[in-house]
């Protein structure tokens, strides 16, 4: 009778035992879906900021290459033609570099371009990440370039 005893157990203890045991599973269900849904609305306000650093890059790059533009028509109007194509912004923009290089000669044939001027393509670019760039594309006098 000993042994049989120790085998059966109360119907009291099996009910609270799944009780326990169907709370633990809740319970853990509930994590993961707090979890979850924290997780997403983290991910959903971070994608806007990430979209405003990128845009405030853009904008800064852009900014550089109009007066890195505006800086080189000065030096080739006082001192035609432009030798140096390429070169690092001074402090505290040393950061970035900046080249130009005339447009394809297909633009350069364009009907549409006076026979006096050339395309010039001028990048300003963050050295660091290289794919972080702008470019800003005008018309130049033939002498600034040649």
């Given amino acids: 009778m000993g042994i049989r005893a120790a085998m059966t157990l109360p119907v009291g203890n099996s009910r609270r035992r799944n009780q ?3 709370l633990l599973v809740e319970a ?3 994590g993961i879906v707090m979890a979850t849904g924290v997780a997403m609305i983290s991910r959903s306000l971070t994608t806007p900021l990430h979209a405003l650093r990128r845009l405030q890059e853009r904008d800064a790059l852009l ?3 109009d007066s890195t533009l505006t800086m080189l028509e000065s030096r080739a109007m006082f001192d035609p033609p432009l030798v140096v194509r390429r ?3 001074d402090p505290p923009q040393e950061r ?3 080249m130009w290089r005339l447009a394809g000669e297909s633009d350069a044939a364009d009907p549409g371009l006076p026979e006096d ?3 010039v393509a001028l990048t300003v670019r963050e050295i660091a990440h290289p794919a972080s760039q ?3 594309t005008t018309l130049w ?3 600034w370039v040649e």
């Fill in 28 to 30: 853990l269900l509930t």
């Fill in 117 to 119: 001027s050339r395309a």
């Fill in 96 to 98: 970035y570099e900046w």
């Fill in 20 to 22: 326990q045991a169907f």
């Fill in 87 to 89: 070169g690092i912004l």
């Fill in 134 to 136: 702008v470019t800003l």
């Fill in 63 to 65: 900014r550089l290459a």
């Fill in 141 to 143: 006098p033939r002498e």
